[in-house]
């Protein structure tokens, strides 16, 4: 079992900046990929970034790609995700995953965070 609590999310301006954190226990933190999703009213959760085992592979959203930066600390057992030139269209509620293998992008990750809300306001 592993479990994720996602922290840092909170009420910012628009082109302002935001660093999410995802903490993990149980299972060995760097034997599983880390990603990061999102959830907007009304709109189905969507993949914004991923990053694999010991980091060295990180993986962006297309349309997000230039404002995001996914980083982990395998020592600390954490996750972060860094946004800057935050959007009013950016408030969601977002989510930490982890999975063992199989394709990042894909929402069946094997655990999940509780989410965690920014709200940009403009």
């Known amino acids: 079992q592993v479990q994720l609590v996602e922290s840092g999310g909170g009420l910012v301006q628009a082109g302002g900046s935001v660093r999410l954190s995802c903490a993990a226990s149980?299972?060995?933190?760097?034997?599983?990929?880390m990603g990061w999703f999102r959830q907007a009213p009304g709109k189905e959760r969507e993949f914004i970034a991923a990053?694999?085992?010991?980091?060295?592979?990180?993986y962006y959203a297309d349309s997000l790609k230039g404002r995001l930066t996914i980083s982990r600390d395998n020592a600390k057992n954490t996750g972060y995700l860094q946004m800057n030139s935050l959007k009013p269209e950016d408030t969601a509620v977002y989510y930490c995953?982890?999975?063992?293998?199989?394709?990042?992008?894909?929402?069946?990750?094997?655990?999940w965070g509780q989410g965690t809300q920014v709200t940009v306001s403009s």
């Open positions: 149980g299972r060995a933190f760097s034997s599983y990929y």
């Open positions: 995953a982890a999975r063992w293998s199989g394709n990042y992008r894909s929402p069946d990750y094997n655990y």
């Open positions: 990053i694999s085992w010991g980091g060295s592979s990180t």
